[in-house]
């Protein structure tokens, strides 16, 4: 999405001239709601604006409805711009450069459950530094006591917090121990670095969990999966090997399928799965660059650095236009 486009987007949803002054003694319930706003967006990074006003009226004993929160929260938009409205949504400032990147975290998130704390705590993450947990620190403290509170050190820390946030590629975090390997002297160093950083991953809540951890959610999907009905499971008969292979070749089992069933062929090996991910890679790049759909390159490295979501846009364009190649 160019920054022009960006930006048209965000006036058809966020016009000024929409404006109205709030109404007499509402300016109470318009800051609390703007709290309310901001620590939704900070926990999910999108939230539907019937969402919103939900978990507000169940917290809180004065009830607002669907005129109220684009009458009391537009002018903050257009002051503060720490969220803003798009579609019948509320979204966090970081998509006003890429309202796409908003639809597609709403397609990670789709049929997930959405964690809501109670009022106070809730409330507690209208500040955007506002943790449940140190994992995070742990991590700044350790690096920082280990290897010095240096510029270069906290650019590391930037892309470890933006890894455990935004991406579940193993690539990134291979990038990040490239990085600290050189300055670790011992072994034990590095993988208490390592357990650390899968220890905050394990247990940050992230947008695409609609604020749940990774175990929260986990744990929450176990459940659930012990409620679902057990049908019964259709079990492949055996084919003897003088009889006609199912295919319909006309052949014998044994002359046919059987030949690549027996090897196992049609397995790939971690060489082919690595030569099978550069081809698709590779495509992904040649999509990429002919219709600039992102501002970074896409290597063909296995395993890829670009996060998920980026490539996953990528994918779709593709979908959608197999003409391409």
Known sequence: M????????????????????????????KKL??????????????ISCNELIDIFNKQNNEHI???DIYTFLLPLVLK???????????????????????????????????YIPDRSTFLQYADEYYTDNDNL?????????????????????????????YSNDIGGLTDILQKIDFMVDDEKQIQDFINMITDAKNNTR?????????????DIMKEQNKKIIKFPVYEKR???????????????????????????EAQLSSEEC?????MWYGLLSFVNDKKNILNIRITTDYPNNINDVKLHKVREVLWSNPELI
């Open 274 to 278: 690595r030569e099978f991910y550069e």
């Open 80 to 114: 503060e711009g720490w969220y803003c409205f798009y579609k019948h949504y509320i979204v966090h400032y970081s998509f006003f450069t890429d309202f796409e990147q908003a639809d597609y975290l709403l397609e990670i998130q789709s049929e997930k459950p959405r």
């Open 33 to 46: 709601l703007h709290s309310y706003a901001r620590a939704a967006v900070n926990l999910y990074g999108i």
């Open 137 to 165: 620190l742990n991590i700044y403290l350790y690096i920082s006591d280990h290897f010095g509170r240096t510029k270069h050190i906290y650019q590391i820390f930037n892309e470890i917090e933006e890894y455990i946030m």
């Open 238 to 264: 055996k084919i003897e090997r003088n009889e006609l292979c199912p295919c319909g070749s006309g052949k014998k089992y044994k002359n046919c399928c059987s030949v690549f069933e027996d090897k196992k």
């Open 2 to 29: 160019t920054e022009k486009q960006a930006k048209r987007i965000f006036k058809k949803f966020n016009n000024a001239s929409d404006v109205i002054r709030c109404p007499n003694g509402k300016a109470n319930t």
């Open 65 to 67: 409805d669907y005129k």
């Open 206 to 218: 992230i947008w695409e969990n609609k604020g749940y951890t990774p175990i929260e959610l986990c």
